[in-house]
């Protein structure tokens, strides 16, 4: 039987024989780059070596731990089993054949990639090697095994290559290698070790090279960590390395950091002599580079190989490893690499001479996705004019979607100018005088200087308007005309079916259901004004004239009533009322993982381990909450799923509820509503027994009954502004699919990231037709394709774009633009966040729910990161809105970055009865998951707590 195999002889598909380092430098080989010589000693010959030594058994015995070992068993086991190595006896075969390859290999004289090191002592000790594992689990795409067994540098003669192959061998038994492949569910029978023996190389440096940027996600960015002396300087932290990140495509140093590299590590034979490899002033020498634990010399050959540290020489430690061409021609091997792989690739590398040598690549793991650098400027794209977050733009609180960012421009433009024409004359906005441009990814309305003074002029015609309900503004025409139109236009386009429309029908539909729910927004921001009309002035009114030492707070006046987040909520609980009722229902739901049950959901099968009788009872009844309630937007952009596509939030609540969490929001409401009636006739009770109380009382009554309607008609109105969003997702993913047979976009998804003409020029060129009547089949052939391409030929700069987004998605936009003094003082008041300059410890915002709550911060991003919620702990989000509701069953107080006192936060945190401070405009950029902080709603203050020194 043959056990060793040349690097050349290595195949793809040896991982079974070679191990996953040997089939990376049998494919490197093969690739054509420049890899020092060695081979392969095959997992036959670690079979072979347990089964003569009859040890086969007992390692499996002592290997199979229960789940709930402890570490301590996992080292006693580790213990045990490298015993048996280390007590073993190499079998005669297998170190003939050993022997053979590695003379071989020592009379190759530097062959096959220039490996000689140069060392007439080769000779006498045989040529220096690195042997190291390459077990048949390893290095692979889907888990990192990097640094789970050992590696020997500097190896000579075959005595001690003998000794570090066994030890090798057994380091497939650390405690460290059988706790990490339990936790990847790879069974102790289903691995085996191969051994890579590779020549050494002499030279002046060594390092890693990621080709894709570990830190950003960047592929268009190779980052490379360079030092002098063995490559185990830079694993072993004991250096700090060169760092220099270079553009993929152009080989320009984007930037590098020189460090001050105070030891580099060398062979223990030339640290003795106090010899000096040519290249590298005293002893800069280096080997193969390795970054899996700590060198060891083999046993038995401490005398005559391994490592040591040493200190660098006082020219080299301020000295750049690589200068810009050596960065640039070290990259494009990494290139190579990358591209040969279809991968991104951690790689380990050396430098002799001038030449680079690649040592191993292995795939990246666990690289994020790509972003995109932070914006820190605000160009403004029409100079002459004033930008405000504000209105609208508090719903979008995070960069907008390429498409969606060219349709809602347009349409919010054109609702704006006809509601403001309507009202008070259709000369107040012209043309070019409104918008909703984005600047850095962000929305902002934006009004020409001129147009702003035209439409402040015109402030007291407006609420008059309003005050008349003209245009159709007001509690009246929402009622009466702009939700029963809205709800007509859904209706009416509802009633197509989809899989039957064009693509142009589709992008119309699209377009109209979008100016639809534009429209309706613009009417929700005439009730607005009129709800916090009422609560400010019954507020000011009680406060004022009625409130005396002992009274409640105003709000005890306006809680307790319906609206339709807190009908959302109440029908949640109830589900998980009736599921409890149901046998064996309830822990069928909490064993299920909440994306199997979302997915089970959109499939209506059940999912695996449910039984379907117990399925066919749930889905339905949740559904019809779906029905209801999944409208209710998390960000209006509509590249941002619904609950109706994904209610894995609103499993998570149901889920809350099973186990016995949160309160009963029905008992919540009678309690506050009791308590609202009581306050309210000992209230007029009072008023009534004087003259002065009489005087005052049909004025209270008034406000409040004023207020107490006007509240939760507002959370009504806001609650449907998404009633269109289903259908205009639906309809945009049905084009995305479409795009993707076609073969311009490589998921339906990635319609969203779309400019709109792009969108267009492709429904025009009937890439978007629906497929010829009769076809059933998801993947039929369609009327127009884009073929011959490897990408679908829009994949990249929807790639590109989403780097781009993750990147500005990390800015803190400012509030207003241009950000000048005077700006600030007109308009920074009237914003619905704070001043983003809040240093220290404390940050100040608008108290708008009472109470004081000190408790861990959970910054949630969007519904992606609802499942991270834990009962207890404080919100924090840029803004809430209606289909945030859920959450606050769990928390114990709310904090944002934008919204007033009359907001949705603050009317909802006022239901539950939990502290609110809204409007800080950075707590979620200054705030992290975990950090303890006390939250004061009276004070309207966030303070970080920093725990005892």
């Known amino acids: 039987m043959t056990y060793i195999y040349n690097f050349a002889d290595v195949q793809a598909g040896d991982v079974a024989v070679a191990g996953g380092k040997g089939v990376g430098l049998g494919n490197l080989v093969r690739a054509g780059l420049p890899v020092p010589p060695g081979f392969v000693l095959t997992t036959g010959a670690y079979g072979a070596f347990v089964d003569a030594n009859g040890i086969q058994a007992r390692i499996q015995e002592l290997a199979t731990l229960p ?15 490298r015993a048996l190595f280390t007590g073993g006896t190499m079998p005669a075969a297998i170190a003939y054949e050993l022997a053979a390859a590695y003379e071989r290999l020592g009379a190759d004289d530097g062959a096959d990639g220039g490996a000689d090191d140069g060392d007439d002592r080769d000779d006498d000790d045989g040529a220096p090697v690195a042997v190291r594992s390459s077990a048949t689990a390893e290095d692979l795409a889907s888990a990192s095994f990097a640094g789970q067994q050992e590696t020997y540098l500097n190896v000579r003669g075959a005595e001690a290559l003998d000794a570090a192959v066994i030890d090798c061998w057994s380091s497939l038994w650390t405690a460290r290698a059988m706790a990490y492949r339990a936790r990847e569910g790879i069974a102790p029978g289903d691995v085996r070790l191969a051994v890579v023996v590779q020549r050494m190389v002499e030279a002046e440096a060594a390092g890693v090279m990621f080709t894709a940027n570990p830190a950003n996600g960047r592929r268009d960015q190779i980052v490379i960590s360079a030092a002098w002396g063995l490559g185990e300087s830079v694993v072993s932290g004991t250096v700090t390395t060169d760092d220099v990140v270079v553009e993929a495509g152009t080989g320009r140093v984007l930037s590098r950091r020189t460090a001050d590299k105070e030891i580099m590590t060398v062979y223990a034979d030339h640290a003795a002599d106090g010899e000096t490899p040519d290249g590298a002033a005293d002893g800069a020498a280096d080997g193969a580079a390795d970054r899996e634990t700590p060198d060891r010399a083999a046993d038995g050959a401490a005398d005559r190989g391994g490592t040591t540290e040493r200190p660098v020489p006082a020219a080299l430690r301020k000295q750049a490893v690589l200068d810009d061409g050596a960065a640039a021609a070290l990259a494009r091997h990494g290139t190579r690499i990358s591209d040969y792989f279809g991968t991104p690739q951690d790689i380990e590398w050396a430098r002799a001479d001038g030449n680079f040598f690649i040592l191993q690549s292995r795939p990246v793991t666990a690289l994020p996705e790509p972003v995109a650098d932070t914006p820190d400027t605000w160009p403004l794209p029409y100079p002459k004019g004033l930008y405000f977050r504000a209105s609208i733009v508090e719903q979008l609180p995070d960069p907008l979607s390429p498409l969606f960012a060219d349709l809602i421009d347009g349409s919010v433009t054109r609702s704006l100018k006809a509601l403001m024409n309507e009202a008070v004359g259709s000369d107040v906005v012209r043309d070019g005088d409104v918008g909703l441009p984005t600047i850095n990814g962000y929305a902002y309305y934006y009004y020409r200087t001129s147009a702003m003074w035209r439409v402040m002029g015109k402030s007291p015609a407006a609420m008059v308007a309003l005050a008349r309900g003209k245009a159709h503004m007001g509690m009246d025409g929402w009622r009466e005309f702009s939700h029963p139109r809205y709800k007509q236009v859904l209706k009416g386009w509802s009633a197509k079916s989809m899989g039957e429309l064009s693509g142009e029908e589709l992008l119309e539909g699209v377009r109209t259901l979008l100016d639809a729910g534009t429209v309706y927004y613009t009417a929700v921001e005439s009730v607005i004004p009129i709800a916090a009309t009422s609560e400010i002035a019954f507020r000011a ?34 589900l998980a009322a009736w599921a409890r009722e149901v046998e064996g229902l309830a822990p069928a739901i909490l064993n299920q993982p909440t994306a199997a049950l979302a997915e089970s ?9 449910m039984e379907p009788a117990l399925w066919q009872q749930w889905h339905p009844r949740f559904q019809a909450h779906l029905d209801r309630f999944g409208h209710a937007v998390y960000n209006l952009d509509f590249a941002s799923p619904v609950p109706a596509d994904d209610p894995s939030p609103l499993l998570d609540t149901v889920k809350f509820y099973l186990r016995g969490q949160g309160n009963d929001p029905h008992e919540r409401q009678r309690l506050s509503a009791a308590r609202r009636e009581d306050q309210t006739e000992r209230m007029l009770a009072r008023l009534g027994r004087t003259r002065l109380g009489r005087s005052r009382r049909a004025p209270f009554i008034r406000l409040l009954r004023w207020a107490q309607k006007s509240a939760p008609l507002r959370e009504d109105a806001l609650a449907d502004v998404g009633l269109a969003w289903p259908l205009i997702r639906r309809m945009l993913l049905e084009l995305g699919q479409r795009l993707v047979y076609s073969g ?7 319609v969203f990231w779309l400019r709109q003409q792009e969108l267009q020029s492709a429904v025009e060129f009937g890439l978007a037709a629906p497929q010829p009547p009769g076809t059933a089949e998801p993947l039929a052939p369609v009327a127009v394709a884009i073929t011959g391409a490897a990408r679908p030929v829009r994949a990249d700069v929807v790639e590109e774009r989403k780097m781009l987004w993750r990147g500005q998605a990390k800015a803190a936009a400012p509030q207003l633009l241009p950000e000048t003094r005077w700006m600030k003082r007109a308009f920074e008041s009237m914003m619905p966040a704070r001043s983003q300059d809040q240093p220290g410890d404390v940050i100040k915002g608008v108290g708008a729910s009472a109470g004081r709550v000190s408790a861990p911060a959970r910054v949630l991003g969007g519904p992606q990161d609802f499942g991270q919620m834990a009962p207890g702990e404080v919100l924090v989000a840029r803004i809430t809105t209606p289909a945030w509701t859920s959450l606050f069953a769990m928390a114990s107080a709310v904090v944002t970055d934008v919204g007033g006192p009359l907001s949705h936060s603050s009317i909802v945190a006022r239901e539950y009865g939990i502290p609110a401070v809204l409007g800080t405009g950075v707590a979620t ?10 939250v004061d709603g009276d004070a309207g203050t966030v303070t970080v707590e920093h725990p005892p020194a």
């Open 541 to 574: 009114y009680y406060d004022k004239l009625i409130r005396r030492a002992g009274d409640p707070p105003a709000e005890t006046f306006l809680l307790g009533y319906d609206s339709e987040p807190i009908r959302a909520e109440k029908s949640l609980y109830d």
């Open 744 to 750: 311009v976009i490589a998921g339906p998804a990635d």
């Open 601 to 609: 959901q959109r499939s209506w099968l059940p999912p695996a381990g």
């Open 925 to 934: 950029q200054r705030l992290t998951s975990g950090q303890q902080i006390t």
């Open 67 to 81: 789940s709930e070992a402890a570490p301590q068993d996992y080292e006693e086991a580790s213990a045990a089993i």
